[in-house]
C-alpha cells in the first residue's frame, strides 16, 4: 500500500504499491465511481437500519483489503492523505453491475448529507481525477456517485436505499468544474 501527499500525485500507483486482489480488466475503463466510506446498513443484531459513520483511514483500508470480495481503487482522508489499493488494470468491486469498467474512490466522510467534505480531501480528489481523465480519457458525464449507480433498497427497511454515498454535502457539480476547467 502506498501513501501520497497531494502534491506528490503525478503517477498511477504501480502494482508494485497495491494489493493484488482483483480481477484482471477485460473492460475499457470509461467511469470512475465516488463513494463515501459512511452510510446506511443494516444492523447484524436486531435487523433495524443503521448509519455506520465515517471512520477512519486506518480502519476503512483493513476492512476493505481483509474483504476477498471488496476492492477500492483509491482512498482519500479528510486531510488529503491519498491512498492506493487494487491496481487499476484490475477490477475492484466497489459498485454492482460497473466494477469492470469504473476506477473506483472512497471519501473518508459520513456520507449523510451533514458531514463536510474538507478543502483539502477535495483538492485531492480533483487532481487524482485530472490524472485519471489524463491518462484513461475519461468524460465529464463518466465520473459517477455511487447513488448515482446503485438503487438497490436496504434488506431490513424496503424504504431506504442501501447507497447513498458520497451524499448530499459532496459538491458533485463544482468538482467536476474543477476538473473539467481548461
Known sequence: MIVLALTALTV???????????????????????????????D???????????????????????DPK????????RDGTLRASVPEDE????????????????????????DPFPEAQLASLVKLLRDIKQRRGI???GIKRH?????ALLSCDRTQRRKVDPGAAFPYESILDRVFQP
Open 12 to 42: 498511477p500507483a504501480s502494482d508494485a504499491e497495491a494489493r493484488h486482489t482483483g480481477n484482471v480488466r477485460t473492460q475499457v475503463i470509461d467511469m470512475v465511481v465516488i463513494h463515501s466510506t459512511g452510510g446506511p446498513t443494516c
Open 44 to 66: 447484524a443484531g436486531t435487523g433495524k437500519p443503521i448509519w455506520v459513520g465515517a471512520g477512519t483511514l486506518e480502519e476503512n483500508m483493513r476492512k476493505i483489503e481483509a
Open 70 to 77: 471488496l476492492g477500492i481503487h483509491y482512498m482519500i482522508d
Open 91 to 114: 477490477v475492484a468491486n466497489h459498485v454492482f453491475h460497473y466494477s469492470g469498467r469504473s476506477i473506483g474512490i472512497e471519501l473518508i466522510n459520513d456520507g449523510d448529507g451533514h
Open 139 to 141: 468524460a465529464r458525464d
Open 147 to 151: 447513488s448515482d449507480l446503485d438503487h
